[in-house]
């Protein structure tokens, strides 16, 4: 009843001169554990406040025409993670490059997260879960495809598995500044950072957000913390966060709790936040849904005010909760959600007169009940 609802690679040189009036000078900085030290900046940098916005290029021609390498520059930070509560995994990430979401972020519900960032090997993601997936730690299978990559000391990794083992790899040729940082049940990472305070204060975010929310809130805590003392020295562009569940599935595609990503946006953590906000509403939309299939009105109407009441301006959410209404009988208490939608949209009104012929009412004469003017008897 309820209707639910070129390919384009710069070369590094590219890339800074995108922005070459913010470019670093040579200092030593933070390397990870285990790794050698990047090459890292020698002085504060000044330059233009963060988040200022998506760099505009010139179009080179159809999508997938474009050929070279495979490794993309998504310089970035982000966080893996294992709830030590529900056993939910996940990542986050923000980055200075377009669609970080596609690039970075993996996982597998009751398997691991994994970020890959950096110069981008999208195969540390698959290859990664599929040797967790047969047992092997996070720490383990991580070194294992380290070592089989010729360009390891490019990339930049975060790995944790339903376990809560965590690991994280900083090449030595990652920009500066870039740190790894690995603790307990998570890892983050940064790299081409403003200042070599992100990772860690990431990390103490993360930490300092236990207990309050859930695994989505403590990701978005360690985002807005790296934010918050520098982030990317390039600025802001796209971030992505991917939630799944802890429990291993034969339909893995039905256990994402979370997969949501801003492509291109001058505040995209920000957007993340109020789009995680937004799918958790529509999940109560869904709750709702699965209440009236079990016969538990009032169990559907709390989860649908409860959505409504998180998003006041989404007319879809009152509009499909007064059809619930009025379709199991509740048509007085349904009227004034009718007419909150119908104010926002005359849209709304439309789709009500064509309603019947779908079936999404069962008594047709119910439209001409709801149709009528405010005030008007029955």
């Not at 989505?216 to 982030?231: I, K, M, N, P």
């Not at 959505?307 to 509740?330: C, I, R």
Request: proline content about 6%; overall charge neutral; charged content about 20%.
């Amino acid at each position: 009843m309820h209707v639910r609802l070129a390919r384009i690679v710069f070369c590094l040189a590219a890339i800074t001169a995108c922005d070459r009036r913010h470019e670093p000078a040579p200092r030593h900085g933070v390397a990870a554990a285990g790794s050698a030290a990047p090459s890292t900046p020698t002085a504060a940098v000044a330059r233009a406040p963060y988040c200022r916005g998506a760099s505009a290029f010139t179009a080179f021609g159809p999508i997938g025409t474009q050929t070279g390498s495979t490794e993309r520059p998504a310089h970035t930070f982000s966080i893996v993670a294992r709830d030590p509560v529900t056993g939910d995994l996940g990542v986050a990430v923000q980055s200075h490059w377009f669609s970080v979401g596609s690039m970075v972020t993996w996982a597998e519900p009751g398997v691991g997260a994994i970020a890959t960032q950096s110069f981008v090997e999208p195969a540390y993601g698959p290859k990664g879960l599929a040797l967790m997936h047969d047992g092997m730690p996070a720490p383990d299978a991580m070194a294992k495809l380290v070592a089989e990559d010729p360009q390891s000391a490019v990339r930049q990794l975060g790995f944790v598995d339903a376990r809560g083992r965590a690991a994280s790899h900083t090449g030595s040729k990652c920009i500066a500044f870039a740190s790894s940082h690995v603790g307990d049940g998570y890892a983050t990472q940064s790299n081409l950072m403003g200042n070599d305070k992100v990772t860690s204060a990431m990390a103490a975010a993360y930490e300092a957000a236990q207990g309050k929310g859930d695994l989505a809130d403590r990701l978005l805590a360690a985002l807005d913390a790296g934010q918050a003392v520098g982030g990317d020295i390039r600025g802001c562009q796209s971030a992505a966060i991917l939630v799944v569940s802890g429990t291993r599935s034969a339909t893995p595609w039905k256990e994402k709790k979370l997969d949501l990503r801003v492509e291109d946006s001058p505040a995209p953590i920000d957007e993340l936040h109020r789009l995680v906000n937004l799918a958790r509403a529509y999940d109560r939309m869904n709750q709702g849904d699965a209440a009236i299939e079990r016969g538990d009105l009032p169990a559907a109407v709390r989860h649908y005010s409860s959505a409504a009441a998180s998003v006041p301006d989404n007319a879809e959410m009152v509009y499909w909760q007064a059809v619930t209404l009025a379709d199991h009988g509740q048509l007085d208490q349904a009227r004034p959600l009718f007419e909150r939608a119908f104010a926002a949209d005359p849209a709304w009104r439309e789709l009500t007169r064509r309603s019947p012929a779908a079936g999404l009412f069962h008594d047709a004469s119910l439209v001409e009940q709801i149709l009528k003017p405010s005030g008007t008897a029955h």
